[in-house]
Structure formats: structure tokens, C-alpha cells
């Protein structure tokens, strides 16, 4: 995905890469041609024969010239230049004759000087040259998810403000039927258990006689009545706590466990973005130091590889290219999911108050006005109307995730969720600091047990070993074991296609070493293999 082949990298071709970019600047160099920064306008260069693998370097041996030795005449002793040779230092004129000797050595030595100076220069064009492009590519990277983040971070805290305001209209609500509930109980309890017999009110106990018998029977009927009403309250509140307040507290409850879920994700996920923010600065700023190295042309205390630290800083704008997305679907979901479980419940409610009013109608005879208003109440509509694409996001925003989409047509709450989970990032295409990528397999030492691997060379003659089976271009990571190839022989079988890389690190005492087993799937592979390797020594 952030690798594409080119030339000089694919697998089944003869490099044509870092190589041929050293020889020609080399050449160049000696035989004075233009380099692109010299050559004049409109210039192009002379082709260059490609010399073969094995073919020596093409360096010209000065050849020595004989010189006779001639007799030279003898002067005074009381010469004046006579007496001033006797007070020249004695090792004067040895020094004289070494530099002589070095300079009639320097023409080939100036062609080697000029050759490594060709090859470090190349290395350094070209590690400047993917410095600027990672830089260009990473500062694209960092704009868009600086944007990804603006949206995405709206969305949710809009959509966050406006759930908290509606939990505390849902909870108002249920208290109001919860207190509703409680307080008809007790007052049912009361009519029907507590409360005095008015029938009883004017009953002379000694005489055991009922003083105003008309006015006592109407007291009881009103004892009859009360009971009655009792039992009705009592009715009217079973029914609002088992058929509105028990139905719109499990919607609500599900609603809050289902939000509570993804906004704790995108709470995880936030977390997780700022370590991996962390990580990047750290990873940056050994990268940049390593880069600076590579190009001030400073000897190290330890050498490193450049290309594996900055596949180690791709990989880390990849987690995070990750991580928004992740991010992004949980904000998507957690957009759609609130729309989803507001309708529910605010469903749940509107049917609740249209049974509790019937109800009490129906119990009590009294008719509300409420009624016919629930009825034309449409939840999915208003709920969309706070909720929608225009409530959450401005203009502006809707016109950046149109232009990212590439649909003409205004943005839906789809188009945005679809940014949200799967914006696209420039892939990595640069390869400057590769030389060469080899696909074998590597012996893990179980049973000589050979498994898939990727080797990849490059310009600071490290070996990058990646022993998962995906392409280390299309998945940038760091590698999982490198080889210093400037410490490094190779011992191999033909007939097996067997190449014994091995390494020696120096030590206080003795020398230490690793060995390295691959298998290369064909034995033109190899032997390119074996010419970048002993090309080295």
C-alpha cells in the first residue's frame, strides 16, 4: 500500500538502481563530464557502457618510468651550497623521497578517491532526496489527520452535548412517573386501608344505633366510593409503572449501555493516539538524527541503518493513519447508533403519555389534550433535525469530506461515515535508500524449517531482515533483525541454493559471530545476491 516497485527494486530483473548512479558519477567525475548540478542547459551526457558484475574496477595504473642513474660531478668540500647540505636535516631528504613516491602514486589514487567520493556523494543525494520527499509526504499526512481530527472530534462532542441534554429530559420524565407511581400507591393505600369509615361517623356504640340514618347512608356510599377510587389509583399506577415506566426505563437503559460502549472505545482510542504521538516524536528524532549523520558524512560511535528507521517513522503515521480510522468508525457508529436509540426512546415515550392519558380517561373519565398533539408527533423527523448532517457539521466541513469523497453530489450522513472509517492517505512510493529486495527463505533452525522472508539492501550496506511473509514495501515497518554488511561474508551451496550469510562482531577478546540461512528460489537470485555481498571486502 505505501510501496510501489520501480526500477532497481523488482525482484525479477537485474538491478539498474544505486549501482549505475555510483558508476556513472563516478565516470563522470574522472573523465570530467557534467554532473546534473554542472552540465549546462540542454546538455545531455555521453552514454556510459554498463560494465559487467565481475568486471574489475576501471581504474588506469600509472606506469613507472625507469630512470638511469647518471654519474654527477663531484663539488669542493669548501663550496658554500656544499656546507649548506651538511646543515639540512638527515631525514629531511626522506621525506622529500616519500612525497615524491606519493606523488607519482596519487594519479590512481586520485581515480580511487574520486570513485568513493562519487559513491558517497550519490548516497547522500539520495538519502536527501527521500529525506524531502518523506517530509512532504508526512506533512500531507499530518494535515489530514489534523482535519480528520477536527471532524471527527465535532462530531462526537456535539453529538456527546446533545445526548447528555436529552438523558436529562428522558430522566425528568421518568421521575416524574416513578413520583406519580409512588404517590398513588400511598394514596390508594390510604383510601383503601387507612383511611376512617365515615359510615361509622354518628354510631351510638352504647346504644348500638345510627344517628341520622339518611345522612349515615350517604356517608356510606362515600366509604364505597373511596374504595372504589383506591383500587382505581392503584390500578392507574401499576399500569404506569409496568406499561410506561418499566418500557421506557429498558429502552433507555439499553440506549445509555449502547452509547456508553463507543464513547468509552473513542475515549481507548484517543488514549491510544497520543501514545502512539509519542512514539512518533521519539522514532522522528532518532530518524533525523541518524539522517544528519548520514549526511554530514560523520562517523557514527555505531553505525545505522537510515532506511530502517524511516520505515519505522512510515509505520508510525500508518498506526496512526489507523487509529484515526478506527477512531472514525466508532465516531460513525456512535452517530448513527445515537440517531437509532433517540428514536426508540423518544418512540417509547410518545406511546407511554398517549396509554398513560387513555388511562386515566378511562379510569377517571377525564379526556387531555394532550393526546391528539403525542399522536402527530413524528420522532425519526425531529430526531434527525437535531441530529442530522447540518445540526452536527458546517458548511465548510461538508464541503471537505464532498471534495475528499470525489462525489458531486452534497454529502450524506453515508459519505461522511465513509470518510470518517476509510479516508484515503498518498501511498509511500520513494525508494532512494533501497538497493535491491530479495523474497527467500530464511532456516529458523526448527528442524531446518524454511520460512518466507524478505531481505532488502540498502545504500548504507545494511541487510534488513523481515521475516513476516508481507512485503516490506507495501507494509512498511522496522525490521525484524539487520546485518552489517561491511562485517559480513557469505558461504553458499549451489545445488541447494543455500546462502550461509554471516556476521562477525568484534570483541574484547574473541570475535563473535551469527549465521543466517537462506534459500533463494532461483540461482540467478543468488549469485546477485553473492555479488553485493563480496562486493563489499
Known sequence: ??????????????????????????????????????????????????????AAPNVQEVPQQAVQEQPAAQPHPEDPKVQEEEKKDPDEDLVSEETKQGDEQKPAEQDLSLAAQAIRDAIVERKKMSDNYFREWDKKVVEL??????????????????????????????????????????????????????????????????????????????????????????????FVETGVVKEVTGVTETAKARVKTLMDRISYWKAETLKIKSQNERVSHKYNKVYQIGVQGVKP??????????????????????????????????????????????????????????????????????????????????????????????????????KMTSNPEPPTLKDVSVFLENFEVEPFNEQHLLRRVFHVQRDHG??????????????????????????????????????????????????????????????LIIDGSRRIPVKFPRKDEMDEFLYYINRQK
Open 446 to 507: 526448527i528442524l531446518k524449517s524454511f520460512r518466507d522472508c524478505w531481505l532488502v539492501l540498502t545504500v548504507d550496506e545494511f541487510l534488513l531482515i523481515f521475516d513476516e511473509a508481507k512485503d516490506p514495501r507495501l507494509e512498511p515497518r522496522k525490521s525484524d533483525s539487520q546485518v552489517d554488511l561491511t562485517r559480513t561474508t557469505a558461504q553458499f551451496r549451489a545445488d541447494s541454493l543455500v546462502v550461509t550469510i554471516i556476521e562477525t562482531t568484534p570483541g
Open 301 to 402: 560511535k555505531k553505525r545505522e541503518d537510515l532506511l530502517n528507521w524511516l520505515l519505522e517513522a512510515i509505520r508510525q503515521n500508518v498506526l496512526l493513519v489507523s487509529i484515526h480510522r478506527l477512531i472514525g468508525k466508532e465516531t460513525a457508529a456512535l452517530w448513527s447508533t445515537v440517531i437509532e436509540v433517540e428514536t426508540q426512546r423518544m418512540e417509547a415515550l410518545r406511546k407511554g403519555f398517549i396509554s398513560y392519558f387513555k388511562k386515566y380517561k378511562e379510569i377517571f373519565g377525564t379526556d387531555c389534550l394532550a393526546v391528539p398533539l403525542l399522536e402527530t408527533f413524528v420522532p425519526q423527523t425531529d430526531v434527525e433535525k437535531y441530529l442530522g448532517l447540518t445540526a452536527i457539521l458546517e458548511e465548510t466541513e461538508l464541503e471537505y469530506i464532498k
Open 1 to 54: 500500500f505505501f510501496f510501489q516497485a520501480e526500477d532497481g527494486i523488482r525482484d525479477a530483473q537485474e538491478s539498474r538502481g544505486l549501482g549505475d548512479v555510483y558508476k556513472r558519477q563516478y565516470q563522470r567525475r574522472v573523465h570530467g563530464e557534467h554532473t546534473t548540478e554542472e552540465r549546462p542547459q540542454g546538455e545531455q551526457p555521453a552514454p556510459i557502457a554498463e560494465p559487467a558484475p565481475n
Open 145 to 238: 489527520l489534523s482535519v480528520h481530527y477536527q471532524i471527527f472530534e465535532k462530531v462526537s462532542s456535539r453529538i456527546e452535548v446533545h445526548w447528555e441534554q436529552t438523558n436529562e429530559g428522558v430522566d425528568r420524565v421518568l421521575k416524574f412517573l416513578r413520583d406519580k407511581v409512588a404517590h398513588d400507591t400511598v394514596y390508594a393505600k390510604y383510601l383503601t386501608e387507612s383511611v376512617p369509615l365515615l359510615s361509622k361517623a354518628f354510631y351510638d356504640t352504647d346504644n348500638k344505633v345510627t344517628l341520622y340514618e339518611t345522612f349515615s347512608k350517604g356517608l356510606r356510599e362515600s366509604d364505597e366510593y373511596h374504595n372504589k377510587l383506591g383500587k382505581a389509583i392503584a390500578g392507574f399506577a401499576t
